[in-house]
Nanobody
Framework: QVQLVESGGAKVQAGESLILSCVVS???????????MAWYRQAPGKQREMVSI???????NYADSVKGRFTSSRDNANKTGYLRMNGLKPEDTAVYYC??????????????????WGQGTQVTVSS
C-alpha cells in the first residue's frame, strides 16, 4: 500500500509563516517514481482549489492568489513534498491536502500507477 501524510497545519496570525510537509511511503511495495506532487485547499462552503503543482515534464505552477508568497518543493530521495507559506492572510484559511501520483511495484513486482490523497491539515489565519 502507498500512503500519504500531511503535517504542519496550525493557527497563526496574519503575516506569519508555516511550512507544510507531505510524506509518501509504501508498505509492501516499492515507489518507483512520483511524477506529480500537488497541494490543494478547501475552505468551508467552497470548492477545493489547486494551490501548487509540480510535474516532471512541466515544472511548477501556482495559483494566482499565492504567487510570490508560497513556495512548493520536493525531496525526491526522501519522497517528501513541502509547501512554505509566507505572509499568510485570513483568506488562506482552509484544510490543505497533498496529492501525489506516480508508479509503484505490485506484490508481484509489476509497475502499477498510483494517485493518492492525504487526510488534510488545518491552517487557520486570524486577522
Amino acid at each position: 500500500q502507498v500512503q500519504l501524510v500531511e503535517s504542519g497545519g496550525a493557527k497563526v496570525q496574519a503575516g506569519e509563516s508555516l511550512i507544510l510537509s507531505c510524506v509518501v511511503s509504501g508498505t509492501g511495495v516499492a515507489i518507483v517514481n512520483i511524477h506529480t506532487m500537488a497541494w490543494y485547499r478547501q475552505a468551508p462552503g467552497k470548492q477545493r482549489e489547486m494551490v501548487s503543482i509540480i510535474t516532471d515534464n512541466r515544472g511548477t505552477n501556482y495559483a494566482d492568489s499565492v504567487k510570490g508568497r508560497f513556495t512548493s518543493s520536493r525531496d525526491n530521495a526522501n519522497k517528501t513534498g513541502y509547501l512554505r507559506m509566507n505572509g499568510l492572510k485570513p483568506e488562506d484559511t482552509a484544510v490543505y491536502y497533498c496529492n501525489a501520483a506516480g508508479h509503484q511495484t505490485s506484490h508481484m513486482g509489476a509497475l502499477v500507477p498510483f494517485d493518492i490523497w492525504g487526510q488534510g491539515t488545518q491552517v487557520t489565519v486570524s486577522s
